[in-house]
């Protein structure tokens, strides 16, 4: 065995580029073919096999379809994560578990075995052809909004400036539905 001498200041150097920032990030998950629950749970089990940190799980709750209406209801809830991946790199494992799970391409808003979006990234306002965070619609959609208010209800939309439970609240005053306990 060999002795290596580093310098304390090298040694710093090393440890700091060792060191990566983890990011907070919020993920949809859905489904609404086949055997739902088990579609989302084996997504996050997926997402965990891959090295990501699961910190928090929503309840799962049963939703009407949003968008194209005549299709099967959908089991939604929602994640927090801890990553050192960026965005684009998450993405693409996201795509990536989508497809193993069974996921194939459908038209927008249709049925699907699974269905993995990146709500939130930290603080980050993203505007991408194929990447936008934070998500474009979640402020407009209650199944996204209901399971994140359970895990995060004082997070703040970092382009609207309210919190999660703030848009949840506004969302059921415009649609006259209940806010629930959250």
């Known amino acids: 065995m060999s002795v290596v001498s580093v310098s304390y200041n090298k040694l710093l150097t090393l440890i700091n580029d060792m060191d990566t920032t983890m990011a ?14 088990e579609n989302c749970l084996h997504a996050i089990e997926l997402l965990q096999k891959k090295g990501v940190i699961v910190t928090k799980r929503s309840s799962l709750y049963e939703t009407e379809p949003w968008g194209v ?32 799970v069974g996921r ?21 306002i993203l505007n991408e052809d194929n990447l936008k965070i934070p998500h474009p619609l979640m402020h407009e959609r209650d199944f996204v909004l209901r399971p994140l208010c359970e895990i995060a209800p004082d997070i703040t939309h970092p382009v609207l400036r309210m919190s999660i439970r ?13 806010h629930g306990s959250y």
């Open 166 to 178: 703030e848009l949840r609240h506004q969302l059921c005053d415009k649609s006259g539905s209940r």
């Open 69 to 100: 209406k005549d299709q099967p209801l959908f089991l939604n809830m929602a994640i927090e994560i801890e990553t050192g991946l960026n965005p684009e790199e998450l993405l693409k494992i996201l795509k990536d578990i989508e497809r193993e």
């Open 24 to 37: 907070i990030v919020y993920i949809g998950v859905g489904s609404n073919l086949g055997n739902r629950q």
């Open 104 to 124: 194939e391409e459908s038209f927008k808003w249709g049925p699907r075995i699974i269905d993995l979006d990146i709500l939130l990234f930290d603080n980050i």
